[in-house]
Every structure is written in structure tokens, then in C-alpha cells.
T-cell receptor, first 115, second 113 residues
Framework: AQSVTQLGSHVSVSEGALVLLRCNYSSSVPPYLFWYVQYPNQGLQLLLKYTSAATLVKGINGFEAEFKKSETSFHLTKPSAHMSDAAEYFCAVSERITSYDKVIFGPGTSLSVIP | DAGVTQSPTHLIKTRGQQVTLRCSPKSGHDTVSWYQQALGQGPQFIFQYYEEEERQRGNFPDRFSGHQYPNYSSELNVNALLLGDSALYLC????????????FGSGTRLTVV
């Protein structure tokens, strides 16, 4: 069964600093991987996804993530944090062996941006 | 183009009651998945509906049931509510043969008292 771990339930960065949110996955087949963002009292918005094409994936709002099979990781980065990046971030994995694409989410990392 | 819409946005129920939550998927999407998100946690998969059938189910008791209609809209029903059922319930739609990834609604906040 697939699973996701996110190291660090809370991360604080200064405005303009590098953002690094860590994600490791477990999957018995080549995975599809995702990062979602959730603002307070809202649903989840897809930031980016890896679906076995390029290992470096670029998403919205300047975020990107790199798939590293040897490390079973899919860390999320952004070169320069903005105040509007403060939110909850979820890494997710799917084993798309059929068209029934169950997506499993990690516990989330809360990002705070300090002015 | 409307995204995923969920109703109601908030509701309060008493222990032991039953509740029905509703979801209309994004236009062109035919698969609906339901998630439960407790406060401070990641979304937990409840079940997924495709072609009006439950295709996959997570580790939730039979008190949680669902339905999908021919127009792809879906309902989540929870019977015999417990205090622990208090959570944000998220609906996500997708199109398996198309652009991969879920589109989420804003959720229904259920409080059981």
C-alpha cells in the first residue's frame, strides 16, 4: 500500500528565503506524485504533479519539485518565499494501475512566512 | 466553468443523527472521490464513485455510504453520527482518461455535538 510522510509539521521561513518542504513516499509501483496547497477554510488546490515524465516538475506560483526515485522523495521548493505562500501543504501519492486513481495524502506541513 | 461545488458549507448535527452531503463535479469530470479531513490532519480517503458504482473504499465503517447519480453528482451519507465524525468533508472530481489530478471543492464543515 502506498503512503506519504512529510518531515516537519511546521516550517517557518523569512520572506524572500528559500522554501523547502520535504516529502517521502512508499509505493509498490511507479507512483504519481502531487503537491496540494490549502488555505484556511478552503479546499485543496493542485500545485504540481509528477506523472512519469520529467523528474523536475514546475508548478504554479513559482513552486517546483524534483522526483528522486533512489531517495523515494518528492521535495517541494520555491526560491523566494512570499507572504501569500503561508498555508498548509500536502504531498500525495497515487498508484495508477487502473483508471481508479485513489490518491493518498500525507499529514501536511504548515508553512509560515515571517516578514 | 464551475469547479466542484459542495453543499452545504457548514452544518451542525447531534450525535446519533444522520447527515447527507452533496457534491457536483467539475464539468467534464465523471469520477467523484470523498475525503474526511480532521482538524490539523491530512485528508483521509473515504470512497470513490465512477459510473454510479463505488469503485474503491478506504478504512471507514459502513456508517459511511454514498451514491452517484447519472449526471455524475454525488452524495455522502453518514448514519449514527459520532463526535469523532466532526471534520471537513472534501469532494474531489477527476476524469481518469484525461488530465491527471483531482479538482477539490471547498468542503463541508460538519460539527457533531
Amino acid at each position: 500500500a502506498q503512503s506519504v510522510t512529510q518531515l516537519g509539521s511546521h516550517v517557518s521561513v523569512s520572506e524572500g528565503a528559500l522554501v523547502l518542504l520535504r516529502c517521502n513516499y512508499s509505493s509498490s509501483v511507479p507512483p504519481y506524485l502531487f503537491w496540494y496547497v490549502q488555505y484556511p477554510n478552503q479546499g485543496l488546490q493542485l500545485l504540481l504533479k509528477y506523472t512519469s515524465a520529467a523528474t523536475l516538475v514546475k508548478g504554479i506560483n513559482g513552486f517546483e519539485a524534483e522526483f528522486k526515485k533512489s531517495e523515494t522523495s518528492f521535495h517541494l521548493t520555491k526560491p523566494s518565499a512570499h507572504m501569500s505562500d503561508a498555508a498548509e501543504y500536502f504531498c500525495a501519492v497515487s498508484e495508477r494501475i487502473t483508471s481508479y486513481d485513489k490518491v493518498i495524502f500525507g499529514p501536511g506541513t504548515s508553512l509560515s512566512v515571517i516578514p | 466553468d464551475a469547479g466542484v461545488t459542495q453543499s452545504p458549507t457548514h452544518l451542525i448535527k447531534t450525535r446519533g443523527q444522520q447527515v447527507t452531503l452533496r457534491c457536483s463535479p467539475k464539468s467534464g469530470h465523471d469520477t467523484v472521490s470523498w475525503y474526511q479531513q480532521a482538524l490539523g490532519q491530512g485528508p483521509q480517503f473515504i470512497f470513490q464513485y465512477y459510473e454510479e458504482e463505488e469503485r474503491q473504499r478506504g478504512n471507514f465503517p459502513d456508517r459511511f455510504s454514498g451514491h452517484q447519480y447519472p449526471n455524475y453528482s454525488s452524495e455522502l451519507n453518514v448514519n449514527a453520527l459520532l463526535l469523532g465524525d466532526s471534520a471537513l468533508y472534501l469532494c474531489a472530481s477527476s476524469f481518469p482518461q484525461g488530465d491527471y489530478g483531482y479538482t477539490f471543492g471547498s468542503g463541508t464543515r460538519l460539527t457533531v455535538v
